[in-house]
């Protein structure tokens, strides 16, 4: 594969109690009683299952006698065309989905495997957890959660790739990465036409139906590994910090973060034992590996963050991770956002992103504020008219009132707010653009036929995106001249830094 990454080669049962005789007719009341409770059980169930969503697949509901027939040496040959596959779990919001999916293709690269892209999710449709607190969704459950809300994507029309709004084609032309999209791996490895795949009849019992059930259960790794077909990543930020240089020098030592004495009570009373030790992932999954030989390799999560010294669950070098720093998104969404700072601003401006109602930054609203307050008092000084401000948020515009927003939006004279509203043109205008163009169609590593390509234009569109007004208000922020403020801690902050460090909007 020719790519930035070099691989080195490297080398008894309790006997039941005595009980009384009882009488003939006690004998006969408590079988009454215990059939009557048996019928009870049987109608509750019956009712409980019927209303169950068809769609939905739960480790609780596996099946251990099912035997993955699509693992057949037969079956993965002539689908897969030999080929070794990276698939993984992305979950949160779309920026922790996008550094996940950066963190996916320099696993792939390293381990040279074809990098399975995922749609974009719903946000927070599947939570990771609290990997400080080591208290986060098993590797298992987090894949099956993701293959459930993929179905449903596809079901209600709404899946959208993740390159469907990052262009990955500089990554796909250098050969630094193979990619295929998850649609048409789960049709060739499941065995499903691609018109059934991308419609709603995946919510009839069908034969289609348990075929994805059945990759489900396969690639989630309920059951574990299966020889040459799949290989589950157990491995979490509990237990783990995935690392990689050509020496391998920090290979099963400690990581510098350990559970503090608190965490280490707890897990003794719940009998858990996590030790986070730093492992290179070219020696654990690499050449000579068990990982190796299997067609797909299938992590949970992949993201991480900084906490206290050390990575959460990745800590790649640098000059490795600067390959996959910045992806822009595709010309769609950058051309609206210049068209919206240049045509509807008409001014130099300020972006302002104001995270103040999810999670932790509910807490820090004040702070926020204040370094927004402080970068105006700023420009004013500079400025003989009003300051231009764009403001993204997730505080409705109905909740502002007796907030600082509410008070700059009517402070006329000395600023002037810009936000982007769903039903906005441009909004509507690039989601149409962006089902149209279909971006994640258009690369895979195992050449499609032509039939196959007329199904995946014709059915696989979605009908809905989400997310959109998100990256319009990212791209419109990368032309922010005046500056840039963001909220401490935010990731949508981070993603916007770098668009600006690259300059993605002159670019």
């Known amino acids: 594969m020719n790519s930035f990454f070099n691989n080195p080669s490297r080398p008894s049962p309790r006997p ?3 009980r009384k005789k009882q009488t003939n007719k006690s004998a006969v009341c408590i079988f009454s009683v215990s059939l009557l409770a048996v019928l009870l059980f049987v109608l509750v169930f019956f009712i409980t299952w019927s209303e169950i969503p068809k769609s939905v697949f739960s480790i609780s509901a596996f099946s251990g006698s099912v035997q993955f027939p699509q693992c057949r040496s037969e079956i993965l040959a002539r689908t897969l065309l030999g080929q070794r596959f990276l698939w993984y779990a992305p979950h949160s919001g779309f920026s922790n989905q996008l550094s996940e999916f950066k963190n996916a293709v320099l696993m792939a690269g390293i381990l040279n495997r074809t990098l399975i892209v995922p749609p974009v999710l719903d946000h927070h449709a599947v939570a990771l957890g609290s990997c400080p607190k080591f208290r986060v969704l098993s590797p298992s459950e987090i894949r099956l959660s993701v293959w459930n809300h993929s179905v449903e994507l596809l079901r209600t029309g709404r899946y959208v790739s993740m390159a469907d709004i990052v262009d990955i084609s500089s990554l796909v032309s250098s050969s630094a990465v193979r990619v295929i999209d998850l649609r048409y791996f789960a049709s060739l490895l499941c065995g499903v036409d691609l018109e ?13 139906y348990e075929s994805l059930k059945q990759c489900g259960y396969l690639l989630s790794g309920v059951r574990g590994n299966v020889d040459k077909c799949l ?10 910090v995935w690392t990689y240089d050509k020496k391998g020098d920090s290979h099963g030592k400690l990581d510098s973060f350990q559970p503090d004495e608190k965490l280490k009570k707890k897990k003794k009373k719940k009998k858990m034992n996590y030790v986070r030790r730093r492992r290179d992932v070219y020696k654990s999954l690499g050449h000579g590996t068990e990982a190796e030989s299997a067609a797909v390799l299938a992590f949970g999560s992949l993201f991480t963050a900084p906490y206290k010294g050390s990575q959460s669950y990745i800590d790649f070098h640098e000059s490795l991770t600067e390959k996959v720093d910045f992806l822009p998104f595709v010309r769609e969404v950058m051309s609206a956002g210049k068209r919206f700072a240049s045509g509807t601003i008409k001014a130099p401006f300020l972006c302002a992103q104001l ?17 927004l307050n402080q970068k105006l008092e700023s420009l004013r000084v500079k400025n003989l008219g009003p300051v231009h401000v764009f403001v993204m948020t997730d505080l ?15 402070n006329s004279t000395n600023v ?13 205008r690039t989601q149409q653009e962006l ?15 032509l039939a196959s390509i007329k ?13 959109v007004r998100l990256y319009l208000e990212e791209a419109v922020c990368s032309c922010a001249s005046l500056g840039f403020v963001g909220t401490a801690g935010s990731t949508i902050a981070d993603s916007v830094e770098k668009m600006r460090k690259f300059n993605a909007c002159s670019s």
Request: proline share 4%; aromatic share 8%.
């Open 196 to 208: 059934t795949l991308c419609s709603g009849e995946l919510a009839q019992q069908s034969q289609a």
């Open 455 to 467: 199904k995946m234009e014709s059915h696989c569109s979605p009908r809905r995106l989400s997310n």
């Open 231 to 240: 290989y589950a990543v157990e491995e979490d930020c509990r237990t783990t």
């Open 16 to 18: 039941w109690p005595n």
């Open 396 to 410: 409705p515009e109905s909740n502002w009132t007796g907030t600082y927003l509410g008070d700059l939006s009517k």
């Open 435 to 449: 089902a149209s163009a279909g971006h994640g169609q258009k690369f895979g590593s195992i050449p499609m036929s």
């Open 355 to 371: 995270r103040l109602l999810d999670g932790q930054f509910k807490n820090h609203r004040e702070g926020t504020f204040m370094g």
């Open 416 to 428: 002037k707010l810009h936000l982007l509203r769903e039903e906005d043109e441009v909004v509507l």
